[in-house]
Structure formats: structure tokens, C-alpha cells
């Protein structure tokens, strides 16, 4: 009887997805096109990496508006689709194996520590509810703020993992960050907000 056929780490599975074609971009709809399982955790992991990363300015425009499009689809209990005006938005090739070659350690190690674990939270019920909270984070990371979209990204990220593996304890780390991250940037507006009625106050004076 031959030996199964080993699997292929989630981590690489991303980069030969960025690998596969020949050319100088690759769209959104190509991405998706290339995914054989998983497509919605996938996707998720695929636009929340970039706003993890320093370097590559504007990547929140590309990938922001379909994190919004993805995580509004769990809520409602809706199958993965991309509409062509998300479809067609593309990125250099280049571009993306660079982020996917820096985060692909990263991602190795915690796939090391991700298992099936209070599977219930990854359920089809629980998955709308992560999907609402999806929501607000993906219009966070949209929002002009410098560095404001890691903490969301990150918990996007964490939460997709999650359900990949079905590991309801990256689940729960992912609603912490959420939390985090809107309590953090509702500081930071509020720290502006009241900057300016400062000022204004002074000027008027």
C-alpha cells in the first residue's frame, strides 16, 4: 500500500498560491479562483497579512473593502463571492510573494500549536457572530490611521486561523485583540476629538 501523500503546511499552501501564473499581477478573483478548500479562513488570512506588515503603503485600499465583503457574508450565513468590482482589484505578483515570504515563518510556527479545540466556537452559529464582529474590525483596518489597522488584521488573522483549524482557542484570542483594538482606537479618536475642541475653544478665546 503506498504512503499517503503528505500534507502540505497551510503556510505553503499560500505561497504556491501566489506562485501558480506566470503573470505581473494577480487579481483578487485569481486568488480565490486557486483556493481548493477553506476559501473563506484562506481569503481572510490572504488580506489581513499585508496590514500586518511595514513597508508596503496603501495595501488597507486593496485589501480592506473585501475583508469587509467577507466578513459581512459569515455574518449572514452566505457562501464565499467575490462581485467583479472586488474581483478584479489586483496586486503585484512580486508584492505579494515578498509579504507571503516574510510571514510564511510566522505562520509556520503557529500552525505547530493549532488544533481542533472547543470546536463549538467555529460553529456555523458561532461563525455569524465572529463574522459581525469581522465586520467592525474590517472597517477598521480601513480607517486613516497610522498603524490603526494592525491590531484589527491581527485579530482577523488570529480568528481565521481559528477557524481553519477549528481551534475555538485562537477564536477566543481573536475576540481579546478585537476588543483591544476597538477600545485602542476609539482612545485615539477621542484623544483627537478633543485635541481639536481644545484648540478651537483656545482660539476663540
Do not use: C
Request: glycine share 8%.
Amino acid at each position: 500500500m503506498p504512503n499517503p501523500k503528505p500534507k502540505i503546511p497551510f503556510s505553503q499552501q499560500l505561497l504556491q498560491l501566489a506562485q501558480d501564473g506566470s503573470s505581473e499581477r494577480v487579481s483578487l478573483g485569481d486568488l480565490l479562483a486557486g483556493i481548493k478548500a477553506h476559501a473563506r479562513a484562506t481569503l481572510l488570512i490572504l488580506f489581513a497579512i499585508p496590514n500586518l506588515l511595514p513597508g508596503l503603503p496603501g495595501t488597507s485600499a486593496v485589501t480592506g473593502l473585501p475583508l469587509v465583503y467577507l466578513t459581512l457574508q459569515m455574518m449572514l450565513g452566505r457562501p464565499v463571492w467575490l462581485p467583479g468590482f472586488i474581483a478584479n482589484r489586483s496586486l503585484l505578483r512580486a508584492n505579494l510573494l515578498a509579504i507571503l515570504t516574510k510571514a510564511e515563518p510566522y505562520l509556520a510556527r503557529i500552525e505547530r500549536v493549532l488544533h481542533p479545540r472547543l470546536s463549538s466556537l467555529s460553529s456555523p452559529q458561532a461563525q455569524r457572530i465572529i463574522g459581525g464582529v469581522g465586520v467592525i474590525l474590517s472597517v477598521l483596518v480601513m480607517l486613516p490611521i497610522p498603524l490603526g489597522n494592525f491590531l484589527p488584521a491581527l485579530a482577523i488573522l488570529i480568528a481565521a486561523l481559528g477557524l481553519l483549524a477549528q481551534d475555538g482557542y485562537f477564536i477566543i484570542a481573536a475576540l481579546v485583540i478585537a476588543v483591544l483594538a476597538v477600545i485602542v482606537l476609539v482612545g485615539v479618536y477621542w484623544a483627537v476629538i478633543s485635541a481639536v475642541i481644545y484648540m478651537a475653544l483656545s482660539t476663540k478665546a
